[in-house]
C-alpha cells in the first residue's frame, strides 16, 4: 500500500512540474513584453506602469522557479523511498 500511495505522490508532483514547465517561459515572455512596451513609449507615467509590470512578471517567474526547485527536491526524495519499499 505505501507504495502505491508513494506513485501518486510522484505522478501528481510531475504533473505540477509539467505545469511550471510550461509557466515559466511564459512568465518570461512577459517581461519582455513588458519591458518593450516601457521602451517604445513616450508617456512618463505609461513607461513606470509597463515597468512595474515587467518587474511583477519577473518575480512571479523567480516564484516559479523556485517551486520547480521544491518539486524537484520532493521527487528526488520520494524517488529514493520508494526505491527502499
Known amino acids: 500500500m505505501e507504495e502505491k500511495r508513494i506513485k501518486e505522490q510522484i505522478k ?8 511550471l514547465i510550461i509557466a515559466v517561459p511564459k512568465e518570461e515572455a512577459a517581461y519582455h513584453f513588458y519591458l518593450d512596451l516601457a521602451k ?3 508617456h512618463e507615467w505609461t513607461r513606470k506602469m509597463f515597468l ?20 524537484q527536491q520532493e521527487l528526488a526524495k520520494l524517488k529514493a523511498l520508494k526505491r527502499k519499499v
Not at 12 to 19: D, G, N, P
Not at 52 to 71: S, T
Open 52 to 71: 512595474k509590470l515587467a518587474e511583477q512578471e519577473l518575480e512571479h517567474k523567480h516564484n516559479l522557479e523556485n517551486f520547480v526547485e521544491e518539486i
Open 40 to 42: 517604445a513609449t513616450q
Open 12 to 19: 501528481e508532483l510531475e504533473e505540477r512540474m509539467e505545469a
